[in-house]
Structures are given as structure tokens and as C-alpha cells.
């Protein structure tokens, strides 16, 4: 194999087929750009094949589950419900396959060479792929780094890989496990916790690095503990956990707790972790694209390394690992390469969880709030009054906006409730624009729907929200 | 029965329970006045009672059971499925109680006074209040008339009052008819015709007035043609409808069909019909309160009738029947009362329709865009290309955005789609706050999410919509 005798020449070379790296493809493409993208596996990334995608076919299934169940009330009879493993497989094989060969599809529509290899940096102008005992050099104008990321599970967890899964592994789970642990905080740990507590585990959720709390604002671990109680799911919180074992179907988790050393056991444990940067086949350091400490490439607002002419986007480089990150930075990083000054920013990025019911936030935690300095106000509405949730006996949940009390604009919105996903559109709509109290008073909502809550949550504001009584009311200004 | 002997003193009454005069009341309780609501029937009105909520139960039962029918492909196994209608009516009674007596227990907070009666005015400052042989006199300082509507079917409906059934009279049915027929272009009509024929009803929608088309953007009727056949629901257009007939346990409905007579049989027939409004028994002529010809209450943008101190909100005043509309007319009125100077805008009121799949559209149609001399762009975007939508097998609908090419504002937003209803208000936020395409794409969406089909129908306006191929973006281009 003789490297660089024939160079390809390409004004884009994007190296990674995930979110990031095929919107970034097709939004270069658009713009006029020869592009070529290089994946090593399979296109659509870990978000298609093992993340986002498999993850919300679990969660929508664990979901109608359990609206099966709930149907008699309604009226709607039929037999015992049950799951059938194989099938939910088959059905989520299918999907991913249909998504992926879009993306193909899409990709060739806009000329783009899917090229399939790993990639790794030559020089600052030139990238070698191999694949198996193929070898080419390709010369590029600009080049994206796509290379995504990979869960990191804690020392403790490394030395037993059997039904010890992480956030890659979970999906092709075919079995519904009798006794789930989970080390997590995030929405991973809560979203696969309680689609299992559906399909019929029994769960046990460990807030990892010892936590008290689960990673959103305080109300919605508030809300998130009567739930999580009421579905008799235990959570294990402020631990260390120290080891874990496992002797013939069962593992052990040991760990302590106040000082006292305990243990907790399950058929399966599921760790969602940091993930960490796919970087080191790279050749970063000789190419002189900066990294910080913990690995992540430095980026600036236009995903734009420290060498002028590579950028980095989605969970190679620091913040939230979300697709939504990484689909922007790409979309960002293509514009900036064709000479448009657009930007990211991500300060309202929305993290949403397909729990049941779902969460939604963006903007700014009332303790963050807080931390920065902001005299703030706060206006909350509970989904037990809402008329659309109740019908729909869809109760659990609220609707919170966090408001700052000087400029009257919003800061955050937090949602927990049916519905949640889809509406924290309007909040992310009213952050990103300024919004004041009365941009979200004046418009019209329509009834019934949840919708009227993220309206009470902002009335409360003003003690003004219809279906909240005079004294609570004022008792919400009464604890800010 | 003496008229006038002693009156009791009030700040407001409120003439009509349903959502807009218990808004109505709340919000001026909360600004400090005394008032007394009256109600013939039912707290929540026709709303509660008869029209949105258990039209929305129907509709929830009837989305349930399909996805119950789709659930095998998930996996989720079950015996037959069947609708017990009994069980439906419990629960659609228990919801409505549970609604109502929530608005008794929030005018009690709010210290309203709630009067069962029928009331009308006998001068400029007093009205009424008559229950069975109980008669009193209130003098007020303002009014608020709230009285709703009713539906009026067309003469050709009005001989045979048996199987059939309008907008109030459908929630009663408690039994799934065997071939329903179906009169009307409105929301109500494709929610009724959908739910029924999902619960197993053959349904055959008849266009009211000769139409050629539902009320919705001509994108929509183009979908919604496909949806219904799809489902095989018989749509007639352009039919001038003659009479009705039964015989035994069939209703024949005879109309003209291009010059030709026809006719279609069914077991029930639904009339979804224009709503007139309550206002005959309230001696609006006696208190120089004006009508228009049609005899809805002339009002102005507060709410304000051609008598200062009184007002009318809802059903009575011109304008689509829907409580989203009597909700903002009440709260303005009650604000306006109390020296607060807001406003009733109803340019972006959002019209949704709970059908499988729902549909939520507000702002102007391509048609009345052009009609009103606007220069118009259109972004759309096909559910079939969104991820999450894909996943879910929703595939069903679209997102489109119509904005003024001059001033690069958003003129209308339309869509079709699971979800569609609560992302509307994304939608209306950025109308109310005349957003341009720019607010629409600097923030983030979550993945995978609906929501996503927000954001390409706006960036297809600028041809990059990631997930449209080149030449489908350029044909829209050329389309509009």
C-alpha cells in the first residue's frame, strides 16, 4: 500500500454518516459543494442504528403498552395484552432500514459520494480511507469531522459485559429482563427505565456519581419522584457504587450509602454514561486541530477548529452529545464553508426525554437561574387542571416558565406531560425571539388542548391563569 | 310575581356558563369584582357538555382503538378488539363531571356567585333571573352575555328528528351507527367521519352548500382526499341536496348531482351546521343592545356591544364558533370591564381538527393569501421524510408555511400530522410575533421529533430543506 501516489480532489470531505455528518453532506451540496462523506459503519450513525431512533421505537411501543391497558375505561376491549420480543425487532429492523436507505437516497439526489472506510488524516490537506485492503487518498478544500462518540461506562462496570449494556448496546436487548438496574441521570436512564417498567420489569434507577437528583429543573424531579413512585420504580440516590458482581443469572451492585455499605441486585444493569470523543485514529495532533483535556476538538460558533479550513461538529466536540447539537453544527459548519456567516448557539437547546409522560425543557434551570444572578419569577401550571389532559386522563405533569424579573423576558420553559415534545416548540420559539409575558398571552391556543397550559403557565406569571385558584396562586408567589 | 320590588347589587353578570362567560368571570373576580354568573343548564356549556370535550373523547377512543388495531406490528399482541359503547358513555360522563364540578370548585374560590335560571334584561342596568317559580331582580354595572349557540339544520333536515343527529345531539349516540352519513365541510364533520368509520361506522361525508371542498388550505383537501379514500370514506361534491326520507331503519337522502338526481341511503345521518345564536329570550331590543341581520351581537375588539357597560362574547358575536374564541372574548371583556386595555385579535386562531391525523392550521390559505394581493412563498414539508413520524408509522400529512415574499413575514401555517396540534403553537407563536423565516431556523428542534417538519417546510422556502431531494425543492419552487 503506497499512501498519496493519487490524491481525489473534493472540496468537502465529511468523515462520519451520522446526524451531523449527513446534514452537513446534503446542506454542502446544496450549496454547490463536491462532497464526499466517509463512514465506517453504517449511515445514519450511532443516532439511527443504535441511539434516537431504536430508543423511540422502545419508547413508543412501552407507550402503547400501556395505553392497551388503560383502554378498558374507555371502552375498548380485547384479551390479555402481551409483548412479543421478535416482533417489536423486527418491526424496529424494518424502520431503521427504511430510515437509512432515505438517507442513501437523499444523499445521491444531492451527489454526494458515500464513500464506506475509516478515515484519518495525512496532512492538512489530505485524508487516506481504508477499507479492508483498499486505500485511496483524498485531497480536500474543507473538511468536517463527524466522528462521533462513544459511551464510557464506569471502571466498576468494565469487568462483566454480559447484560451489562450501554447506551450503544440497549437496542438489540431481545428480551424484556426480569430485573433492570440502571446507573444513569440523564433522560437515557429515565427514558429506558420506564419504558421497561411498561413492558413489565422491575426497575431500579441508580443516580450515577452519587447524585440527589435526576439532570432537569427541581420541579420536574419533584414531579419525576411521585411518578417514579407511584410506578414503583425505587430510585438509589447519593451512592457510591463500589462494585459489581455477578453470580449465575444475577448481578450485584454494592455501593454505599450514608456510610453504610449495601448491595442491590438485577438480571440485567444498563449504565448511561458520558460519552467520549471518536477521535484517536484521527491523526489530529499532526495536522494541528487542537483538543482540550477530556479529548472533545475546540470549536469555535461556526464549528470551525483551530485549523481555519477543518471543523468538528456533534459529540467530538464538547456540550450536550445530542443529535440536535450535531445537526446544527453540521448545517453551521457547511454554510460557514460556502462563505455564509450563519451560527449555533445553543443556549435553548431542548433535552427531551420519551418517558411516560414525556419531558421537555429548554433555557435556563430555576437554580441556574438563580446561580447566574437572575431575579427571577416563576409561573407553573399543573396538567390536573388542564381540560384536555384530564379528558384524555393523560394528568401527570406541568407546564413551567421561568421569567426574569428586570427585562421581562423568559428564560427557561419545562415541561413534564403528554404532549410535551411537540409543544416546547412554542417555548423554544418564544426564547429564541425575546419574548416578553404578553407574546405568549395574546395569542390564541385552541381548545381543548394541552397547549392552554404553557398559556396558564405564563398567566400565573401575572396570578391571572384561569384554572388555578386565587390561593394558590398566590402561594406560587409567595415560595419565589 | 312582582318585577323589580327589591334588586339584588352586582358588579358583572354573566348571562351563559359555557367557557367564555366562566372565563369571563374568573378573570374579573380576579380583578376585584363582585360577580354573578347565571346558567339555565349546565356549568361549561355546550362546550363541556354536549360539544368539544365529548367530541374529544370520541375521537381519543376512536384513535386508541386503531392503534390498538396497528399494535401487532409493534409487537403488542391481543385477543379481539372490540368497543364497548356503554363503558365509552361511563367514561365520557365521569370526564364531564369531573370537568364541571372543577369550574363549580374554581368560580367557589373565586367567589362568584353561580345562579341556575334563565335571564333576561328588563332595562339598561337590570337583568331577570327566572328558576321555575323563583323570580329576583339583579341591578348591574356591567354585563357580559355569553348565551352561545345552537345549530340549525337545513329545512330539508328538519322533518325527521330520528338517527339524526346534529353537532349537540351526537355525543348522546351510544351506539356506533352501521352507515353513517355525514352533512358538512367543517372540522366536526371529518372528526365525527373519521372517528366513526375508525370504530367501524361506513361513512359517507356529504359536502354542505354544493361545496367542492372542505374549509381548509388546498393543500390540505388534497391530503385529506387521499386520507379519505385511503380509509375508504365516500366524499359527494357539488351535490344540492333535495330531501330526506326513512324508511324503516334506513334514511335516504336525494340530491342533484351535475343536473342528475341521486340518491344515498344510511342508517344515521349527522348535519354539521352553521350555529346561531342564543340571543331571542334576552330583550336585547328593550336595552338598545344591536344586532346584525343574521342576529349575532354587534361587538367591538373588547368585546364592547353598542351599550358601553354591556358585552358579549362567544357563539353571540359574529366569527367561527369556537371556544378558543369565547375564552379570549371573555377574559378581554372582563379586562376591559376593569379598565385594562387588552384586545381580541382572532387573525391567527388556530382551527384543529382531532382526526386521524389531526389537523391544525391558522392564519390565511394559499387561496386568500393570492385573493388579498399578497405575493406569496410557500415551504413544504412531507411527514414521509421525518424521522420521527417514519418511526412511528404516522407517515401520514405534511407542514406548509406561506409567507409575504415583500415583507418576509408568515402569513399562514398548515398542517396535517400526528402532533400537528400541539405543534400549531409554535406556529401561532411566530405569527403573532411576525417571525420571519430566519426565527424559524436559528433554533433548535428536537431529534427525532415532528417538530423537525416545522423547520424544513420554512427552510424549504430557501431550497434547503435537508430531507426534500434537489428537484422536488426546485419543483415547489416552480409550483408556487
Chains 1, 2 share one sequence.
Not at 421505537?57 to 374507555?74: C, D, P, R, V, Y
Not at 430510585?235 to 442491590?264: A, H, P, W, Y
Request: charge should be negative; aromatic fraction near 6%; charged fraction near 25%.
Amino acid at each position: 500500500m503506497v499512501v498519496g501516489e493519487l490524491a481525489y480532489e473534493r472540496d468537502v470531505i465529511v468523515i462520519g454518516g451520522g446526524p451531523g455528518g449527513y446534514h452537513a453532506a446534503i446542506r454542502a451540496a446544496q450549496l454547490g459543494r463536491n462532497v464526499t462523506l466517509v463512514e465506517q459503519n453504517q449511515l445514519g450513525g450511532i443516532c439511527l442504528n443504535k441511539g434516537c431512533i431504536p430508543s423511540k421505537i422502545l419508547t413508543q411501543s412501552a407507550e402503547k403498552f400501556t395505553s392497551f391497558q388503560e383502554g378498558e375505561n374507555w371502552g375498548l376491549e380485547a384479551g390479555d395484552i402481551s409483548f412479543n420480543a421478535d416482533k417489536f425487532q423486527q418491526y424496529k429492523q424494518t424502520k431503521i432500514e427504511q430510515l437509512r436507505s432515505g438517507i442513501e437516497a437523499l444523499c445521491q439526489a444531492n451527489k454526494i459520494e458515500i464513500l464506506n472506510g475509516s478515515a484519518f488524516f495525512l496532512s492538512e490537506d489530505k485524508v487516506g480511507i481504508e477499507n479492508g485492503d483498499k486505500f485511496d487518498v483524498f485531497r480536500f478544500k474543507n473538511a468536517i469531522i463527524a466522528t462521533g462518540g462513544r459511551p464510557e461506562k464506569p471502571l466498576w462496570a468494565r469487568q462483566i459485559s454480559d447484560r451489562v449494556l450501554d447506551q450503544h448496546s440497549i437496542s438489540d436487548l431481545s428480551e424484556i429482563p426480569d430485573k433492570l438496574l440502571i446507573y444513569g441521570s440523564d433522560y437515557i436512564a429515565l427514558e429506558i427505565g420506564m419504558a421497561y417498567q411498561a413492558l413489565g420489569s422491575k426497575v431500579t434507577l441508580i443516580l450515577d456519581d452519587g447524585k440527589e437528583e435526576f439532570d432537569f429543573d427541581q420541579s420536574i424531579c419533584r414531579e419525576l419522584k411521585r411518578i417514579l413512585k407511584k410506578k414503583k420504580i425505587d430510585v438509589v440516590r447519593n451512592s457510591d457504587v463500589l462494585e459489581l458482581q455477578r453470580m449465575d443469572d444475577m448481578l450485584t451492585v454494592t455501593f454505599t450509602l450514608t456510610g453504610k455499605i449495601d448491595t442491590i441486585s438485577g438480571t440485567h444493569l444498563f449504565v448511561s454514561t458520558p460519552i467520549r470523543p471518536n477521535t484517536n485514529q484521527l491523526g489530529l495532533s499532526r495536522i494541528g486541530v487542537e483538543q482540550c483535556a477530556a479529548g472533545y476538538i475546540k470549536v469555535d460558533y461556526q464549528s470551525r477548529t483551530t485549523q481555519n479550513h477543518i471543523y468538528a461538529i456533534g459529540d467530538v466536540t464538547e456540550g450536550p452529545a445530542l443529535a440536535v447539537k450535531a445537526i446544527k453544527q453540521g448545517k453551521t459548519a457547511a454554510e460557514a464553508i460556502s462563505g455564509i456567516k450563519s451560527e449555533s448557539d445553543f443556549h435553548f437547546i431542548p433535552v427531551v426525554a420519551h418517558t411516560q409522560p414525556p419531558i421537555a425543557s429548554a433555557g435556563l434551570t430555576e437554580k441556574e437561574a438563580i446561580n447566574m444572578g437572575y431575579d427571577i419569577e416563576i409561573g407553573q401550571f399543573s396538567l390536573s387542571a388542564n381540560g384536555f389532559s384530564t379528558l384524555t386522563g393523560k394528568k401527570e405533569g406541568f407546564i413551567k416558565v421561568i421569567s426574569c424579573k428586570e427585562k421581562q423576558v423568559f428564560l427557561g420553559i419545562h415541561m413534564v406531560g403528554t404532549g410535551a415534545i411537540e409543544l416546547i416548540s412554542a417555548g423554544i420559539t418564544a426564547l429564541e425571539m425575546a419574548a416578553r409575558d404578553e407574546d405568549l398571552i395574546f395569542p390564541n391556543y385552541p381548545h381543548p388542548s394541552v397547549n392552554e397550559g404553557l398559556l396558564e403557565a405564563v398567566e400565573a406569571l401575572r396570578n391571572q391563569a384561569i384554572h388555578i385558584p386565587p390561593k394558590s396562586l398566590k402561594a406560587q408567589k409567595i415560595k419565589v
